[in-house]
């Protein structure tokens, strides 16, 4: 179920947290973070807490602290603290006594308002107000107002601190190697830290709306600089302070003139007119973005809005250089890096709704690709294999060793940056969905080719031939379930390899008669020829398991001949992730028939007509009675898979865990931030799932299989170029789109085909009778 409470008011939508829940601090602030693609900035209460982690990033600011420490993205100094002294008396929320809180994030907009009811030591009521947003309309700007009111309607007086504080760090770790402060004017604060390759500057002004002025201090102390303002205020008037932060990095190459005349401008043109103007940028992603489903809960509508959300504010808008991190902008965990999710779950809903977006996110895996042919070279392959974990470069940043085992006092292996190969072909996958969708032969010419002959060349030269199969394998290696590791051709990753080195041979084939020059520039450059034969006999040969008598197909060599985890509901149901590792060790999981995230399904997902539809069928079914669902990533893949099969009791059942991953009760969970992909995946459900849209060889497939209560769903897709507008029920396919298309586009609806041009309404049947029972 959702923690928070959901509100609707006036084109609002908001989530909101009622009453002081120090126990969901750490979680809330990840929850209600206000991100904009470059800044994230968490939610933490602007008043001071015992218990909590408060943080701000910024997409790219990457540095490694020490040389035995691993890169991650940089905790920068704090704006969001306050320090407030009402007629004498410190207001603290965990000592003051307090008569009512409310924290509440309006997912429309990203804005997050903080209220407070406080009573003094001397019976007086006063109410704070704090509103805050990242704008999206100037990225660097952080945008805050600060009210103060007694409710008696006595005068009093208000004393407020705030500042930049540069002690931040990443759980104890400081990064800036040094930290300059200054003060321009008496009115803007501005603090620069120096990185290894890198700055980041803060810029602040605090200034008085409301009240009067009586005393305006400012103090420096150690990586700290801070400004004291105390005002007076009669009966009938509140104290209103705003605060403008501009925030950049060395490589966006404003000068201190410019910062100071933008901060200044900003902060003449106040609050409300600054967030208006980011409201204006929110309803045009919500315009392009946003859908519409009759028939569902407010709940629901908040957790869909919730990932949509989050997704526009952890994407790099702004540039290739950088990209989508398991946690996004909102807190520390897995230290900022990319993984695979980003192409495989986040990618396609940028894809299909901001495509020169997507563009920029392959952009930054081909500005990586020398780091990738290191990686390669270092484990003694040809081409490019791409990091398990990612920062600013191409280069592998996870840790080769992790935390001492306390009771052996070992360090334990990390054996994902070295063995999960699969996510050198999840790129060129992400890669080849970019190209079909929109034709740029331009990105394909200057960075593509390259990127899927690379990778080609890994698979290439990492498969090894088997007497007994007489076929090529893949071995020692581990998919995106990481309770079998060690293990040999692994079902996913053989046909991911194969999808790859397809693909690269294809775009080959084409390039040698569609444009020749290039061909020729690129055989010299990485000897075409001799590797398109090495692909042929590998693609002749790959081992790729099929399905057997029984119609299930092998996740690995061995994996059907282990026995089954007798107690498996036990961890199904318990709220404890990875509670089957208190009961059992890693070697003993490995054993056995249980899965973290089952990689069939998710094969079947990427590649929906891979099998006969009863084939797909059968998988889906067989594996989630194994999976156990201890990732984030689990519930979200198994719901877009029951949804596409028909079996809809279990599609919802998933899709309901999906939605709340970051929303539900437990308080112990996201508190490092809210889980990225798993918010891809709920879009992934909803459009390849739900409304059983897929493109694939330059036909529009649509299946719907939405939930009997659902009257319809409507969205919006760029296919092929155009934006179309889709509204879909279990019975008829509406598209439409504003211009006539140049070029027809195939459509399959059903059983049917169609030719769309600007309009198109069918009826179709649904090829298979929704399954209710679990076989």
């Given at each position: 179920m959702i923690h928070y409470e959901t509100d609707r008011q006036e084109g609002r939508l908001w989530l909101k947290e009622s009453g002081f829940s120090p126990d969901f601090e750490l979680k809330t602030e990840s929850v209600f973070a206000q991100c904009n693609g470059y800044m994230g900035v968490r939610a933490a209460h602007p008043l001071s807490l015992v218990n909590e982690n408060r943080g701000m990033?910024?997409?790219?600011?990457?540095?490694?602290?020490?040389?035995?420490?691993?890169?991650?993205?940089?905790?920068?100094?704090?704006?969001?603290?306050?320090?407030?002294?009402?007629?004498?008396?410190?207001?603290?929320?965990?000592?003051?006594?307090?008569?009512?809180?409310?924290?509440?994030?309006?997912?429309?907009?990203?804005?997050?308002?903080?209220?407070?009811?406080?009573?003094?030591?001397?019976?007086?009521?006063?109410?704070?107000?704090?509103?805050?947003?990242?704008?999206?309309?100037?990225?660097?700007?952080?945008?805050?107002?600060?009210?103060?009111?007694?409710?008696?309607?006595?005068?009093?007086?208000?004393?407020?601190?705030?500042?930049?504080?540069?002690?931040?760090?990443?759980?104890?770790?400081?990064?800036?190697?040094?930290?300059?402060?200054?003060?321009?004017?008496?009115?803007?604060?501005?603090?620069?830290?120096?990185?290894?390759?890198?700055?980041?500057?803060?810029?602040?002004?605090?200034?008085?709306?409301?009240?009067?002025?009586?005393?305006?201090?400012?103090?420096?102390?150690?990586?700290?600089?801070?400004?004291?303002?105390?005002v007076a205020v009669d009966r009938k008037t509140e104290a209103v302070f705003e605060k403008i932060t501009y925030m950049n990095q060395m490589e966006d190459e404003e000068k201190q003139k410019e910062r100071e005349n933008i901060l200044a401008n900003a902060s003449k043109s106040g609050y409300d007119i600054l967030f208006q103007k980011h409201e204006r940028v929110m309803r045009d992603f919500w315009s392009r973005s946003g859908l519409k489903i009759e028939g569902i809960s407010q709940e629901e509508e908040a957790a869909i809005r919730f990932a949509q959300y989050h997704i526009q504010g952890m994407t790099p808008w702004h540039t290739d250089k950088s990209s989508i991190a398991a946690k996004g902008l909102t807190g520390e965990g897995y230290k900022g890096h990319v993984f695979w999710d980003t192409e495989i779950f986040l990618f396609p809903s940028l894809l299909y709704t901001y495509p020169e977006t997507a563009r920029n996110l392959l952009k930054f895996r081909y500005l990586g690709l020398e780091g990738a042919r290191k990686k390669a070279r270092d484990y003694g392959f040809a081409g490019a294999?791409?990091?398990?974990?990612?920062?600013?470069?191409?280069?592998?940043?996870?840790?080769?060793?992790?935390?001492?085992?306390?009771?052996?006092?070992?360090?334990?292996?990390?054996?994902?940056?070295?063995?999960?190969?699969?996510?050198?072909?999840?790129?060129?996958?992400?890669?080849?969905?970019?190209?079909?969708?929109?034709?740029?032969?331009?990105?394909?010419?200057?960075?593509?080719?390259?990127?899927?002959?690379?990778?080609?060349?890994?698979?290439?030269?990492?498969?090894?031939?088997?007497?007994?199969?007489?076929?090529?394998?893949?071995?020692?290696?581990?998919?995106?379930?990481?309770?079998?590791?060690?293990?040999?051709?692994?079902?996913?990753?053989?046909?991911?390899?194969?999808?790859?080195?397809?693909?690269?041979?294809?775009?080959?084939?084409?390039?040698?008669?569609?444009?020749?020059?290039?061909?020729?520039?690129?055989?010299?450059?990485?000897?075409?020829?001799?590797?398109?034969?090495?692909?042929?006999?590998?693609?002749?040969?790959?081992?790729?398991?099929?399905?057997?008598?029984?119609?299930?197909?092998?996740?690995?060599?061995?994996?059907?001949?282990?026995?089954?985890?007798?107690?498996?509901?036990?961890?199904?149901?318990?709220?404890?992730?990875?509670?089957?590792?208190?009961?059992?060790?890693?070697?003993?999981?490995?054993?056995?028939?249980?899965?973290?995230?089952?990689?069939?399904?998710?094969?079947?997902?990427?590649?929906?007509?891979?099998?006969?539809?009863?084939?797909?069928?059968?998988?889906?079914?067989?594996?989630?009675?194994?999976?156990?669902?201890?990732?984030?990533?689990?519930?979200?893949?198994?719901?877009?898979?029951?949804?596409?099969i028909g079996a809809m009791d279990l599609a919802e059942e998933f899709f309901d865990k999906c939605l709340v991953v970051d929303l539900d009760d437990n308080p112990y969970d996201s508190t490092d931030g809210i889980h990225s992909a798993s918010l891809g995946g709920i879009w992934n459900c909803l459009i390849f799932g739900f409304a059983g849209v897929h493109y694939e060889g330059d036909v529009l497939y649509i299946q719907p299989h939405i939930p009997d209560r659902w009257q319809s769903m409507e969205f919006q897709l760029t296919v092929a170029g155009q934006d179309i507008r889709f509204k879909v029920t279990n019975k008829t396919v509406e598209l439409h789109t504003e211009e006539l298309l140049s070029c027809p586009l195939r459509v399959k609806a059903g059983e049917q085909e169609y030719l769309f041009k600007d309009s198109l309404k069918a009826v179709i049947s649904l090829e298979m009778e929704r399954q209710k029972e679990v076989v």
């Open positions: 990033f910024l997409s790219g600011a990457f540095n490694r602290a020490y040389e035995d420490e691993v890169t991650e993205l940089v905790n920068c100094p704090d704006v969001t603290w306050m320090g407030l002294i009402v007629n004498g008396e410190e207001i603290c929320p965990d000592r003051t006594e307090l008569v009512s809180c409310e924290r509440k994030l309006d997912l429309m907009t990203g804005e997050l308002q903080i209220n407070y009811q406080f009573r003094l030591s001397l019976g007086r009521l006063i109410q704070i107000q704090n509103r805050r947003f990242a704008s999206r309309d100037d990225r660097h700007l952080f945008v805050q107002d600060f009210k103060v009111s007694f409710l008696d309607e006595k005068a009093g007086e208000i004393r407020l601190k705030t500042g930049i504080n540069g002690q931040e760090t990443n759980s104890g770790v400081s990064h800036f190697n040094k930290v300059d402060c200054r003060v321009y004017d008496r009115e803007r604060m501005e603090m620069r830290g120096e990185l290894k390759d890198n700055s980041v500057t803060v810029l602040t002004q605090c200034s008085v709306k409301s009240g009067t002025l009586r005393t305006k201090d400012f103090k420096l102390c150690r990586r700290g600089i801070y400004e004291s303002l105390t294999m791409f990091p398990w974990e990612a920062a600013k470069t191409g280069e592998e940043e996870t840790p080769l060793y992790a935390a001492l085992n306390i009771y052996t006092g070992k360090a334990n292996k990390v054996w994902s940056g070295i063995k999960e190969y699969h996510v050198t072909a999840d790129i060129v996958y992400a890669l080849n969905q970019y190209y079909e969708a929109t034709k740029d032969q331009e990105f394909m010419n200057q960075y593509g080719y390259e990127m899927a002959f690379e990778a080609a060349q890994f698979w290439a030269t990492c498969a090894r031939w088997d007497e007994k199969k007489e076929k090529f394998g893949i071995y020692d290696v581990i998919g995106p379930d990481e309770y079998t590791e060690h293990i040999d051709n692994n079902a996913y990753t053989n046909y991911m390899a194969a999808y790859c080195v397809k693909i690269a041979y294809a775009y080959a084939e084409d390039l040698k008669k569609q444009n020749p020059r290039l061909y020729m520039s690129m055989d010299r450059k990485f000897q075409l020829q001799r590797r398109m034969r090495d692909w042929e006999s590998f693609l002749k040969n790959i081992y790729l398991p099929s399905p057997g008598e029984d119609g299930i197909i092998p996740q690995d060599d061995t994996f059907l001949s282990k026995p089954c985890l007798e107690n498996i509901e036990k961890y199904k149901k318990s709220q404890i992730k990875q509670a089957v590792l208190l009961d059992y060790s890693r070697d003993e999981i490995v054993n056995m028939q249980v899965l973290k995230q089952a990689d069939v399904v998710m094969l079947l997902n990427l590649f929906p007509h891979l099998v006969g539809e009863e084939y797909v069928r059968k998988n889906v079914l067989f594996y989630e009675k194994r999976t156990i669902h201890d990732s984030s990533l689990s519930y979200c893949a198994h719901a877009q898979a029951c949804a596409v």
